[in-house]
């Protein structure tokens, strides 16, 4: 006899048990729902790559999570992120489009990073982008939070904050300090100011040979409080002559005006200065998204504005600003901490039973049900009526269509409700009127 396989995932990769699938998939529906309300459109890129098309762009810690592999004389790669895809699909069918490019991409990425709690290697992104051919409006800046706005309400959150700032601001202020080749090194620590505190941050500076009055202003500036407006005045009365700070100043009040006119109410974004987003492909606005009662999830939607989508691809010059859910990481978050629970064993709203050996006249009713929309389960296995009702039961359908002799006779169905037992027998055109 055969030595049996241990059935077994590998690490880093979520496997779910139907129940929990059926609520990933209402998560998956209700983002792409919020997405084509705003006008994006559906695309879906292969997940495996030419090599050289993928890594264009990638270096140092990317490279390494990179999953590579070789099949004949071919070189190929996993998809690491939705951005990289997108670029070499814009260049690749930039005649066919039509600009500004608005598309929405929800699928699987691959990472090889070490797996850890709620870290995964395979995990899905639900990623939106406007991209621009040469130039693109600052208005686009301000829909994206208002998309973010509609998408965390149509997951059923009220208490959220979208915290938007633009990196010009910083790389003024990083210019006025002479800062400028620290810039990118001094964002990234920044960035984690929320994560490992002001002290940990000074640190960080300080181990950059920043000069301690330097560090002092930069962290001053990050305190800078207030509400939105106040915020604004405050960076509008710190005078700074630096043409790059005014720049993002002027972008950064832009965008605000317009997020309120695109109706995201003040309570649900604000202007933070320590939002820098670590990866210096972002040039302007930048955006992070928080729950306010579950702040120990972190960031659920989170992007930016680039300068340029794809210049390893092209000499065209093609701005963008974008967002992404992280769904996998999102959807391992809630569950662990019971903010959403399974209330779905099966997505069938009735389960149709003959009492008889005979099927027949069940699989024409299941038919004719689904026929009429109605999501149906037949049970054809040949079991005692208890074992039926029990197939019902544990899969929480909430009806089952009996078909006895007389209801066979009479041409009915006799709907019983699962949860309350009450039972009654209609015609197969009343049941299909009831559900």
């Known amino acids: 006899m055969s030595k049996k396989v241990e059935p077994r995932t590998l690490p880093g990769f979520m496997e779910l048990l139907p129940s929990e699938q059926i609520q990933f998939n209402a998560m998956i529906d209700k983002i792409r729902s919020a997405y084509e309300r705003f006008g994006f459109l559906p695309v879906d890129t292969p997940i495996i790559e030419m090599a050289d098309v993928l890594l264009a762009k990638a270096g140092g810690e990317t490279e390494k999570q990179i999953y590579r592999f070789n099949k004949g004389d071919n070189d190929l790669a996993l998809r690491f992120d939705l951005t990289v895809p997108l670029a ?21 990425v691959y990472r090889g990073e070490r797996p850890q ?54 790389n003024g202020l990083f210019a006025e300090l002479e800062l400028e080749n620290e810039s990118v090194d001094i964002m990234r620590i920044i960035d984690k100011l929320e994560k490992i505190g002001e002290e940990n941050v000074v640190k960080c500076l300080e181990d950059l040979k920043i000069e301690k009055s330097k560090i002092e202003k930069i962290m001053t500036f990050l305190k800078i409080d207030g509400t939105t407006d106040k915020k604004l005045e405050a960076l509008q009365n710190l005078n700074f002559s630096n043409e790059l700070f005014m720049q993002g100043l002027d972008e950064l009040t832009q965008v605000i005006k317009y997020v309120r006119l695109f109706g995201v109410p003040d309570d649900n974004f604000k202007v933070d200065l320590t939002i820098a987003r670590g990866l210096d492909y ?74 008889t050996d005979d099927v027949n006249r069940a699989l024409e009713i299941g038919t004719r049900f689904r026929q009429a929309g109605i999501n ?14 029990k197939y019902a039961d544990k899969l929480q359908i909430p009806y089952v269509a009996i078909i006895g002799e007389e209801e066979e006779k009479n041409g009915t169905v006799s709907l019983k409700n699962m949860e309350t037992g009450e039972q009654k027998e209609v015609t197969v055109e009343e049941a299909i009127s009831f559900f």
Not at 138 to 167: H, V
Not at 327 to 348: G, H, P, Q, V
């Open 282 to 355: 972002y040039t302007g606005t930048v955006y992070e998204t928080f729950l306010n009662d579950y702040r120990e999830i972190g960031s659920v939607c989170s992007g930016g504005r680039y300068d340029n989508l794809a210049e390893f691809y092209t000499d065209k010059k093609l701005p963008g600003v974008g967002v992404s859910i992280g769904l996998t990481r999102l959807f391992y978050k809630l569950n662990e901490l019971n903010i959403i629970k399974e209330d779905k064993k099966s997505i069938a709203k009735v389960l149709v039973v003959s009492m």
């Open 117 to 170: 709690k709620g870290r995964y290697r395979e995990f899905y992104q639900c990623d939106i982008d406007i991209i621009g051919d040469g130039e693109l409006s600052i208005i686009n800046d301000a829909e994206m939070p208002s998309l973010i706005y509609m998408t965390i309400k149509e997951l059923g959150f009220d208490n959220f904050t979208i915290r938007i700032n633009n990196r010009k601001i910083l």
């Open 376 to 389: 149906t389960d037949v049970y054809v296995e040949n079991k005692k009526i208890k074992t039926k009702f």
């Open 88 to 108: 070499k699909y814009v260049c690749e069918y930039q005649n066919d489009i039509t600009f500004p490019f608005k598309r929405y991409q929800i699928g699987k």
